[in-house]
């Protein structure tokens, strides 16, 4: 499924957590003279995306040192800056890695209230329309080593943090009106080296439906995973290895799509219907050359569409794993793409967008240049895209 006209994007890559929006009309050809409805600088170097609801878009920001960590809504008809809040500071802040930020994690919104996460810094929920905070957690440890990234989700009435870090590696999941914790789940992974740089990872978890039965799935360092959301309780594994997972799991023709990123199965398909270790029995496939190893994927049947770091764009076919076409266009890329209208948007660090048609052969539509680059996915209002560059909030729309 994808975003309907006049729906909301509440949360990383939207409200099906897959990238895609049925919005019509989306320019495919934009620029700094062409199609901006509104352009407004955010403060602070953080690389979340912005997520929607009805008129207000949300995102975090953060000093470039980290010892500031608050929040920005922007009117998405006018540009204009509704709330600037400062929601934690942070005296001594851990390193981050100058390809991170310590606002990178993604907030989620739904009518009235808009989580916000920091990582081990610190998790706030605040009030919409006054942006008042309505209660915060900083209790849960965790050295991320090179910054945070991972994004929270809502499930039901839970909000599930996913910290990952080189010391020790978790879920959580709150209570999403008051804040209180109602299960803790330790990964568990046996991990191959001693090097703790490769226990961390900075994935976004998905929920999908398997046999009428609900379950999270969570990339991690060294495994990927699948817990019961009610409770935490783990379903299956997959020893998958790799390091830094970072791109949000997909589901599709009876399959997970998830990525280990550096090292490891890289990308791969397993199936769902198992339990405890399924690595030996349900992985379908596993395709490794040029998968990113930051950007999510988009799932168009049986067809995978995905950028590398390095700006190789690759068809892959979903059942098997085969590749069906690849094409170099130079990168870095680390934001995920959009899917809309039958053409696939893509982000770069540089602030090309190129655009191609979602197609058995490679079809480029156009080869846009905006801003100053994108760490930031996409969200989309309306008829319009809003899009976050490392200085500003656009809004890339036809004219009215």
């Known amino acids: ?73 922007v009117d998405a008809e006018s540009g204009k800056i509704v709330h600037d809040v400062v929601v934690f500071k942070i005296e001594k802040p851990e390193f981050c890695h100058p390809m991170n930020s310590y606002g990178t994690p993604t907030p989620v919104i739904e009518k009235g209230r808009v989580y916000v996460h920091f990582g081990t810094y610190g998790t706030a929920c605040l009030d919409t329309a006054t942006a008042k905070t309505l209660w915060t957690r900083q209790d849960f440890p965790c050295n991320h080593f090179r910054g945070p990234a991972s994004s929270p989700i809502v499930v039901d009435n839970l909000l599930v943090l996913t910290l990952d870090g080189v010391d020790v590696q978790y879920l959580v999941a709150l209570d999403k009106t008051t804040g209180k914790s109602v299960w803790k789940r330790d990964r568990n992974i046996d991990f191959d080296t001693p090097d703790t740089d490769y226990h961390k990872a900075y994935s976004t978890p998905a929920v999908i439906t398997v046999q009428g039965q609900a379950q999270l799935v969570s990339p991690g360092a060294g495994a990927t995973m699948a817990y019961v959301p009610k409770t935490g309780e783990e379903i299956w594994r997959v020893r998958s290895g790799g390091m830094n997972a970072a791109a949000l799991p997909l589901f599709g023709n009876g399959l997970v799509y998830a990525t280990s990123a550096a090292g490891g199965y890289q990308l791969f398909a397993v199936r769902p219907d198992g339990r405890g270790d399924v690595t030996d029995t349900h992985v379908a496939w596993k395709f490794s050359k040029n998968a990113p190893t930051r950007s999510s994927q988009i799932l168009l049947g049986e067809r995978l569409f995905m950028i590398s770091d390095a700006g190789v764009i690759s068809c892959v076919n979903a059942k098997t794993g085969q590749s069906v076409w ?56 309306n008829n319009s895209l809003i899009l976050r560059s ?5 809004r890339i729309g036809k004219p009215q």
């Not at 209208?341 to 979602?358: L, N, T």
């Open 1 to 73: 499924m994808a975003l309907r006209a006049g729906e909301n994007w509440p949360q990383f890559r939207g409200p099906q957590a897959n990238g895609q929006t049925l919005a019509k009309d989306l320019p495919v050809t934009f620029g700094e003279a062409e199609n901006v409805r509104w352009k407004t600088p955010v403060h602070g170097k953080a690389w979340s995306s912005p997520v929607v609801w009805d008129q207000q878009i949300w995102m975090t920001t953060a000093t470039k040192d980290g010892k500031e960590l608050g929040a920005v809504c």
């Open 326 to 381: 690849q094409k170099r266009l130079g990168g870095p890329f680390s934001a995920s793409p959009l899917f809309a209208e039958g053409r696939i948007y893509f982000f770069g660090e540089e602030g090309d967008v190129p655009v191609i048609a979602a197609a058995d052969e490679y079809q480029p539509l156009a080869n846009n240049k905006l801003g100053d680059g994108f760490m930031a996915s996409p969200a989309v209002y």
């Open 390 to 394: 490392r200085t500003h909030l656009y």
